[in-house]
């Protein structure tokens, strides 16, 4: 069993940046894979981006996202650069493991708004 809190969001005006923390809890991060989802008013829940092996990034934040893994605080971190009043939503840390389909494991989620 996992446990994910996210922390870190925020209100911040558009080009700003913020940086989300999920820590983790009951498992280390060995053996899964870590990712981000955002859920924005009235719209279905998006895969924003993931680490297992490698890193993979939704078009629509690549360039902007990062995600880095603090393995010692069983961390992991989605910086966010030159936002945009379009990355206003909900973000939610999830964790799977290795090889599954499924994201089995969720946080309850962290506010982001961006002002134009």
């Known amino acids: 069993q996992v446990q994910l809190e996210e922390s870190g969001g925020g209100l911040v005006q558009a080009g700003g940046s913020l940086r989300l923390s999920c820590a983790a809890s009951?498992?280390?991060?060995?053996?899964?894979?870590m990712g981000w989802f955002r859920q924005a008013p009235g719209k279905d829940r998006e895969f924003v981006a993931r680490?297992?092996?490698?890193?993979v990034y939704a078009e629509s934040v690549k360039g902007r996202f990062v995600l880095s893994k603090d393995n010692t605080r069983n961390t992991v971190y989605l910086h966010m650069n030159s936002l945009k009043p379009e990355d206003t939503a909900v973000y939610y840390c999830?964790?799977?493991?290795?090889?599954?389909?499924?994201?089995?494991?969720w946080g309850q989620g962290t506010q982001v708004t961006v002002s134009s």
């Open positions: 999830a964790a799977r493991l290795l090889g599954t389909n499924s994201w089995a494991y």
């Open positions: 009951g498992r280390t991060f060995s053996g899964y894979d």
């Open positions: 680490r297992g092996g490698i890193t």
